[in-house]
């Protein structure tokens, strides 16, 4: 896929001057997480800003923020790539997060306010309704607006920085989309909207399922 048809699968991303950089980085984390943009492919900073038809400056914020969550690799005046997929790395990711995200569930569902469980039981909703909908993808969301919902904004951050790895791993791997089914998201995303302790049940059975696969350097999971 070109950078202008992935630029195109936004049609309301850029409209907004205002949120040009967020928009930048949003279809560029969308790109990288689908594999769009495949790991190891190499990112210009003149192809980007032709194809996205924006300055330079956002491209670079973009890329920087890319870099932090480690979804791109740079090497100053060398090159900028697309990072890696890589099993003990992302061993590293899911054995953390299988430590802080059954932890999280455990200590915030009763944080969670009336707006937070309304989205969340749209995203089943709509899991349950349109078969196009990808469990993947409402997995990111279930997992982002569960985070937006907690008071325990350190612990919150924390997933945040490892989540666009493990989403990438889920979607880009066999293993992934099979532990991240259809009816394990419904059930998770069920039951986090309801406030109900299965969640973490659900969590712990997705992330053991990939850990199996891989050997997480940090903790276990599940």
């Given at each position: ?136 993808d409402a997995l990111q969301r279930t997992t982002s607006a569960f985070l937006d919902g907690i008071r ?32 394990r998201v419904l059930a998770l995303t069920r039951a986090l909207a309801a406030s109900d302790e299965s ?8 992330l053991s399922d990939l850990a199996a696969t891989l050997t997480p350097a940090v903790g276990g999971a599940?």
């Amino acid at each position: 896929m070109t950078l202008e048809e992935l630029r195109a699968r936004f049609p309301s991303l850029a409209a907004d001057r205002r949120l040009l950089r967020n928009d930048v980085y949003a279809i560029l984390l969308a790109g990288i997480v689908a594999g769009d943009l495949a790991p190891g492919e190499r990112l210009k900073d003149a192809e980007l800003t032709e194809a996205l038809r924006v300055s330079r400056t956002p491209v670079r914020e973009a890329m920087s923020r890319l870099s932090q969550v480690g979804l791109i690799h740079t090497a100053p005046n060398r090159y900028t790539l697309v990072a890696p997929m890589d099993d003990a790395e992302t061993g590293s990711v899911i054995g953390v997060l299988g430590l802080l995200l059954p932890a999280a569930i455990r200590r915030s569902l009763d944080d969670l306010d009336v707006d937070t469980e309304l989205e969340l039981t749209v995203i089943a909703e709509r899991l349950e309704r349109e078969s196009v909908f990808s469990p993947i993808d409402a997995l990111q969301r279930t997992t982002s607006a569960f985070l937006d919902g907690i008071r325990d904004r350190v612990l919150a951050e924390t997933i945040e920085t490892l989540l666009p790895r493990f989403v990438r791993y889920v979607a880009l791997s066999e293993v992934g989309a099979a532990a991240a089914s259809r009816d394990r998201v419904l059930a998770l995303t069920r039951a986090l909207a309801a406030s109900d302790e299965s969640a973490i049940e659900v969590m712990e059975q997705i992330l053991s399922d990939l850990a199996a696969t891989l050997t997480p350097a940090v903790g276990g999971a599940g």
